[in-house]
């Protein structure tokens, strides 16, 4: 499902009669300042500025849900200065303290805190838990509506193949994404539809957990899906890490000059081969129409969102870094869910 018609189906999952503004419930792992819920949430309370131009949200948070309070918490101080209530728990937050759902969508961030790892390094974010309570109300009020969860469904395949199957079997529209893709561009960058591609690198420090790669997949996929016939689908993807890489390269599996050309654009690299990375990774996809991509990570060298594209018929490759204005700060020690602080 794309953009557009997840907001034509939101809008037909509404029940006649309602106010033209929504009410959203918030559902976050946790929330200070520069984490995920303050990027989506706080935009939804406060607008945003965008090339000196005010947006004002066009919908109302009206409950809050935080699995974990932080040590610079801002939740329950703009709970207070909005007037929503913090709830003590999901089906709290979606039925504003009554018996059946009582909002109109749901907002799920589940990003930041201090949350387990496991044998692969990801961290365990409960989303695919958020979710499924959410879905609990649904069932229980007989009515769904439309849910948007920030980055990728879950670290774990079952469970976000579950989360899809449960929009589908109670028909609400579900979206999951990256904010990368609409990130700030240097230089500006937007190929027109049916642009003829003939390969494409996105690179950068990509590893470290699944939710930095994920940034780099989507980013990677809303330009490539520009392509001409449009998207088809991922027939395979490798990955591969050390030697290999730069194996992968001298056959032709992914491609130097792209990689020159993405750096290029970089505002933070570090100068010298990137031949000498300790450990980089690249994962090469192969989609059903047989175009081919990659994601370098040269971690330690490079560490932004840096894209190239060879166009057919262009002698040079179009690069753009996809910039984000201020990094998120490392997560400190979060507590449980208690009273205002």
Not at 269 to 286: C, S
Not at 310 to 336: H, Q, W
Request: aromatic letters at 10%; a positive charge.
């Amino acid at each position: 499902m794309n953009r557009r018609e997840f907001l034509a189906l939101s809008a037909a999952t509404q029940p006649p009669g309602r106010a033209a503004r929504k009410k959203l419930a918030a559902l976050s792992t946790t929330y200070h300042v520069r984490s995920h819920t303050d990027n989506f949430v706080t935009r939804f309370l406060e607008g945003y500025w965008i090339h000196r131009r005010y947006y004002p949200s066009p919908c109302d948070v009206v409950s809050l849900y935080m699995d974990q309070v932080h040590p610079a918490d801002i939740g329950y101080r703009l709970a207070s200065a909005y007037g929503f209530p913090v709830a003590k728990s999901i089906a709290e937050a979606l039925t504003l303290g009554g018996t059946k759902l009582a909002v109109d969508g749901v907002i799920l961030v589940g990003e930041h805190g201090r949350y387990p790892l496991n044998e692969k390094h990801q961290i365990l974010y409960p989303r695919f838990e958020f979710f499924e309570q959410a879905v609990a109300v649904f069932r229980n009020s007989g009515r769904s509506v439309p849910v948007f969860v920030d980055k990728h469904l879950s670290y774990d395949w079952t469970k976000a193949k579950q989360m899809y199957d449960w929009s589908r079997e109670l028909k609400f529209p579900l979206m999951a994404g990256s904010s990368l893709p609409v990130t700030f561009r240097r230089p500006e960058l937007d190929h027109p539809l049916g642009t003829e591609f003939e390969d494409a690198l996105m690179t950068g420090a990509g590893g470290g957990n699944d939710g930095s790669i994920f940034h780099y997949l989507e980013t990677l996929q809303c330009f490539v899906e520009r392509r001409k016939g449009g998207e088809t689908g991922v027939r395979a993807i490798q990955y591969l890490e050390g030697d290999a890489v730069w194996r992968a390269a001298e056959q032709k599996r992914w491609s130097p000059e792209l990689m020159r050309a993405a750096l290029a654009r970089g505002e933070k690299v570090r100068p010298g081969p990137p031949e000498e990375v300790r450990n980089p990774g690249v994962i090469l996809i192969e989609y059903r129409d047989g175009f081919r991509a990659a994601v370098l990570m040269l971690g330690g060298m490079a560490g932004e969102y840096l894209m190239a594209l060879k166009v057919k018929g262009k002698a040079e490759p179009d690069s753009t870094l996809c910039y984000i204005p201020s990094r998120i700060p490392t997560t400190s020690a979060c507590s449980s869910t208690g009273s205002p602080r």
